[in-house]
């Protein structure tokens, strides 16, 4: 089993910056995928970011420039660097792990954001 623990939501003001950790435990394997998806109220759950295990990254054309995913590998952690915020990427931040074709969830961290 997998367990996936999120930190570092809140609230800031537009332009402002937030640092999202999602530290992943239990079975791990060497080659995984970690990412983060958002789900705004009434829309579906999209990927924010994801990068593998090598470093590879993609990213949603909406932050492209602003995010910045990130991973230690030796403490099976994930970030997701935040800058120059907008209020439309106020949502519930979740983190994704697969591997194996299995795909686990953390609980979600909110991220609001003032204009």
């Known amino acids: 089993q997998v367990q996936l623990v999120e930190s570092g939501g809140g609230s800031v003001q537009a332009g402002g910056s937030l640092r999202l950790s999602c530290a992943a435990s239990?079975?791990?394997?060497?080659?995984?995928?970690m990412a983060w998806y958002r789900q705004a109220p009434g829309n579906e759950r999209e990927l924010v970011a994801g990068?593998?295990?090598?470093?590879?990254?993609n990213y949603a054309d909406s932050v492209k420039g602003r995010f910045t995913i990130s991973r230690d590998n030796l403490k099976n952690t994930v970030y997701l660097q935040m800058n120059s915020l907008k209020p439309e990427d106020t949502a519930v931040y979740y983190c994704?792990?697969?591997?194996?074709?299995?795909?686990?969830w953390g609980q979600g961290t909110q991220v609001t954001v003032s204009s």
């Open positions: 994704n792990l697969e591997q194996r074709q299995l795909r686990y």
């Open positions: 239990g079975f791990i394997y060497s080659m995984n995928t």
């Open positions: 990068i593998t295990r090598d470093g590879t990254t």
